[in-house]
């Protein structure tokens, strides 16, 4: 079993920065491939990033390339999602996710645990 609990998000300005933070709990936490998603209001919830469990493979998706960035630190059981020249349209519930795999995957429909969610919200 794994609890994920994530942090970080707010109010920016477009152009600004934020750093959001996922702590997982759980012995299975450092051999699983971790992933962010947002979900904006009326849209379905889409992969923004994921990492393997050593942190040698990420992906991204189109609209995040060059501007966000992905890492873990195992030993802190806490995966890192680094944004920034934010716009108005990364406006959205950020959500953590953890697979009982170690492979990278984009669906939704593969990881296992999910945090409650952090709201980061860009203003133009």
């Known amino acids: 079993q794994v609890q994920l609990v994530e942090s970080g998000g707010g109010l920016v300005q477009a152009g600004g920065s934020l750093r959001l933070a996922c702590v997982g709990s759980?012995?299975?936490?450092?051999?699983?491939?971790m992933g962010w998603f947002r979900q904006a209001p009326g849209k379905e919830r889409d992969i923004v990033s994921a990492?393997?469990?050593?942190?040698?493979?990420?992906y991204y998706t189109d609209s995040v390339k060059g501007r966000f960035t992905i890492s873990r630190d195992n030993a802190k059981n806490t995966v890192y999602l680094q944004m920034n020249s934010l716009k108005p349209e990364d406006t959205a519930v950020y959500y953590c996710a953890a697979r009982k795999s170690s492979i990278v995957t984009p669906r939704v429909s593969d990881y296992d645990y999910w945090g409650q969610g952090t709201q980061v919200t860009v203003s133009s």
């Open positions: 759980g012995r299975t936490f450092s051999s699983a491939a």
């Open positions: 990492i393997s469990w050593s942190g040698g493979r990420t």
